[in-house]
């Protein structure tokens, strides 16, 4: 059974200290692996597609990277506006069904 | 562009009553999804659609049904709603035929069952 584990489920942090959200999966022939930001009250919004071990994608002071079981997001000299529920998801071989984890907490203190 | 729009956004239910979450996208996507977020559970799959005319399950789809008789529109039904059902749903859609994983959300229909 496809499986999506994020941790923690919550972290604070001090603006400008950096910090990595992970995320551990277990999925039959990986289509994709997907990082999502989800405001409070809103839907998630779509940040990155990762395809394969060692893959790197990077917006602003985040950064996506894939190994063959997790996935970490790298967080550098936070600010405020950054926290948000980050999102990690996976894509089956089936490749219509996308299976989310469930989230980590991240909040930004001045 | 709408994008994907979810109506009602508020809704109170009694036990046992019935009620339809209607979702509609004008990005003519193929792929379209119903999920719903608990606290510390995460967006769990309830139902998806892969094209007009089509439904499978997800993870957690007892107590709910799904049509898909247009392609813009993706309909999820609560035929007797219960207690365990009080939840925010989310609806989602994407191009299909890609692996971009970028599904484009409703902004929630948030659902109280007393």
């Known amino acids: 059974e496809d499986q999506v584990t994020q941790s923690p489920e919550a972290l604070r942090l001090q603006e400008g200290e950096s910090s990595s959200l992970n995320c551990s999966y277990t999925?039959?022939?990986?289509?994709?692996l997907f990082w999502y930001r989800q405001d409070p009250g809103k839907g998630p919004e779509f940040l990155f597609t990762l395809y394969s071990a060692g893959e790197e994608k990077e917006k602003e002071r985040l950064k996506a990277t894939l190994t063959k079981k997790e996935s970490f997001l790298h967080i550098t000299a936070p600010k405020p506006e950054d926290s948000a529920t980050y999102l990690c998801a996976v894509r089956d071989s089936s490749a219509s069904k996308i299976i989310f984890g469930s989230g980590t907490r991240l909040s930004i203190r001045p | 562009n709408a994008g994907v729009t979810q109506t009602p956004k508020f809704r109170v239910l009694k036990t046992g009553q019935s009620m339809t979450l209607l979702c509609a996208q004008d990005m003519n996507h193929e792929y379209m999804y119903w999920y719903r977020q608990d606290p510390g559970m995460g967006l769990r799959l309830i139902h998806y659609?892969?094209?007009?005319?089509?439904?499978a399950k997800g993870e957690v789809p007892d107590g709910y049904n799904v049509s898909r008789l247009k392609k813009q529109n993706f309909l999820l039904g609560l035929e007797s709603a219960a207690p365990s059902q009080t939840s925010v749903y989310f609806c989602?859609?994407?191009?299909?035929?890609?692996?971009?994983?970028?599904?484009?959300f409703g902004e929630g229909s948030r659902l109280t069952v007393l």
């Open positions: 989602a859609s994407s191009y299909a035929g890609t692996n971009t994983g970028e599904l484009f």
């Open positions: 999925v039959s022939g990986l289509r994709g």
């Open positions: 659609s892969v094209g007009e005319g089509t439904t």
